[in-house]
């Protein structure tokens, strides 16, 4: 795919999005046929958009998640500045097309991961973690029917993400066993899902690793202050207006919305 069409794409899910429609197939001839075409238009959509980049979101990196999605590989999409919310926050309901959320632990980097490192490990990405914290995922089905589009397009539009809320920041997070922390979220008070750090590939920086070597494939790296969102150790859960949703993480504390 050339970057004329590249950028057609980007420009057409850049419009929906301003215009709060519904994103339907994209042409035959503007596609993404692969995953790293998905990212060019990913990379091409921010570039029309104009907002800065604070991070990025890793979907699809547990089980429960695949099988929800029915897509067996992690997929990376950004989170926009503007998008980033610290808890308790209240949102806009009328602001998505529908919204859900996820439960995840979510890392701030203090140094970068450039791509010059690559191959990362788990062990290796976890010098450059400044804090961890437990961070509610905000997502968006923006779609005609997302499940008759494939990964790449749906890598293009940042894979549902529309934002997160963050958990106070946990600098001493050494001292945790993150693959054992209990995940849990709770809809008006009655719990709807429970997980652990494990089924985030084992280790929630195995994920983070994989985004690392992922960007580095492509010569780009994990910038310093990026935030990092690792997985959803629950089933997304479509909200509606009035919804309060909370979650904890063992050791990292907790986040709340309300979808107002």
Same mark, same amino acid.
Request: with cysteine.
């Given at each position: ?128 973690? @400044?804090? !961890?914290?437990?961070?509610? #995922?905000? +997502? /968006?089905?923006?779609?005609? $029917?997302?499940? &008759?589009? =494939? ?10 993400? @529309?934002? !997160?809320?963050?958990?106070? #920041?946990? +600098? /001493?997070?050494?001292?945790? $066993?993150?693959? &054992?922390? =209990? ?28 985004? &690392? ?48």
């Amino acid at each position: 795919m050339n970057a004329a069409t590249i950028a057609n794409a980007a420009a057409r899910i850049a419009q929906a999005r301003k215009d709060g429609v519904r994103l339907d197939k994209l042409p035959a001839d503007c596609q993404p046929d692969n995953a790293d075409t998905g990212y060019a238009i990913q990379d091409a959509l921010h570039d029309r958009l104009g907002t800065p980049v604070a991070g990025f979101k890793i979907g699809c990196t547990t089980a429960v998640m695949q099988r929800f999605l029915d897509i067996a590989q992690p997929c990376a999409g950004s989170i926009l500045e503007t998008d980033v919310h610290k808890t308790p926050a209240t949102l806009s309901h009328a602001a998505f097309r529908r919204v859900g959320v996820e439960c995840e632990i979510a890392v701030r980097l203090g140094t970068a991961l450039p791509p010059s490192g690559a191959p990362y490990t788990r062990h290796t990405v976890a010098d450059a973690v @400044a804090s !961890c914290m437990a961070a509610i #995922e905000i +997502v /968006d089905d923006r779609y005609v $029917d997302y499940k &008759a589009l =494939d990964a790449p397009t749906l890598i293009a539009d940042d894979f549902f993400g @529309a934002g !997160c809320v963050l958990g106070p #920041e946990v +600098v /001493d997070w050494q001292s945790l $066993d993150l693959a &054992a922390a =209990d995940g849990m979220m709770t809809i008006n008070g009655s719990e709807v899902g429970r997980g652990t750090g494990a089924h985030v590939m084992g280790h929630p920086f195995e994920a983070l690793a994989w985004l &690392a070597n992922t960007r580095a494939e492509r010569g780009l790296g994990l910038a310093a202050n990026d935030i990092i969102l690792t997985g959803s150790i629950v089933e997304t859960h479509w909200l509606a207006a009035g919804d309060r949703v909370a979650i904890e993480i063992a050791g990292l504390g907790t986040a709340e919305v309300t979808l107002d």
